[in-house]
């Protein structure tokens, strides 16, 4: 009788122990391998620092864990110098190891995330953009309910993603980014002639509709459809992590 009083008791202990909690989902970050654009004059084709450093601490300074991935895993190489909190968020949270060791699609659990950021660089249009890896991950990301966000060129890393019942992630919805009007006048890629396509061409073949400073009242202006958030300028990426935050929690 003893031994099935103790018996019940566990049982009972073990029913009503609480569950042990699952951690709080995490942010995924999606850089580039490239380094140049693939001419003898080497033109750089590396990730911004600015645009992905300042998101990277909007999440960290909210409390997420944020991972990056890229094509081929490991190192990924910037652009620009540190400067101000992008020096400290390279020193105190993580971000220069981060960046040293950055995951390859297959190590990656879309699961795991709750949201999706690929800033801008000229990077991403030579790798990201074409890796159909990536690409699932991303749109499992948003399928499963969750946030895509994009700063700069970074919109190339989603213009091509397309979902599981064969439409592309953009089609019908909003998305800033660069204009062909700016890629073909400037001396950054050879006025656009070195790169593999051009941003505001792609978004609107795959059924987006491009905004960008020639149709945006406020080129920095941040823009939000369904879920997915985009900014065309570069000083307006932070605010991109912040609205995709914003979002998460008011869902």
């Known amino acids: 009788m003893k031994f099935i009083y103790l018996l019940m008791l566990s049982i009972v202990i073990v029913i009503s122990a609480p569950a042990e909690a699952k951690p709080e989902r995490k942010v995924l970050i999606v850089v580039s391998n490239a380094v140049d654009m693939g001419d003898p004059e080497k033109h750089d084709a590396r990730n911004d620092l600015f645009e992905v450093a300042p998101p990277y601490h909007v999440f960290k300074s909210h409390g997420y864990e944020v991972d990056f991935v890229s094509p081929k895993g490991g190192q990924v190489h910037f652009s620009r110098d540190p400067l101000g909190i992008i020096s400290y968020t390279i020193k105190y949270e993580g971000f220069g190891n981060k960046v040293k060791n950055s995951l390859k699609p297959s190590d990656v659990d879309p699961s795991d995330y709750w949201g999706v950021f690929s ?27 969750g946030i895509v966000g994009v700063g700069g060129h970074g919109s190339a890393s989603i213009a091509n993603v397309k979902l599981s019942n064969g439409s592309y992630l953009v089609n019908g919805k909003k998305v800033a980014g ?22 505001e061409d792609q978004l609107n073949k795959h059924g987006a509709i491009a905004l960008n400073k020639e149709t945006l009242a406020d080129k920095s202006a941040v823009v ?13 990426a932070a605010l991109v992590a912040k609205e995709m935050i914003i979002l998460k929690e008011s869902h």
């Not at 660089?121 to 030579?126: A, K, L, R, S």
């Not at 890896?133 to 948003?142: K, L, N, P, T, V």
């Not at 459809?225 to 307006?236: A, C, E, G, N, Y």
């Open 178 to 199: 660069f204009p062909n009007s700016t890629e073909t006048s400037k001396p950054w890629a050879k006025q656009g002639t070195l790169l593999p396509f051009l941003i």
């Open 224 to 236: 939000i459809d369904q879920r997915i958030v985009s900014t065309m300028f570069l000083p307006s």
């Open 119 to 145: 800033g801008g660089g000229y990077g991403v249009m030579f790798d990201v953009a074409s890796d159909e890896e990536i690409q699932s991950i991303i749109a499992e990301i948003y399928e499963a309910n």
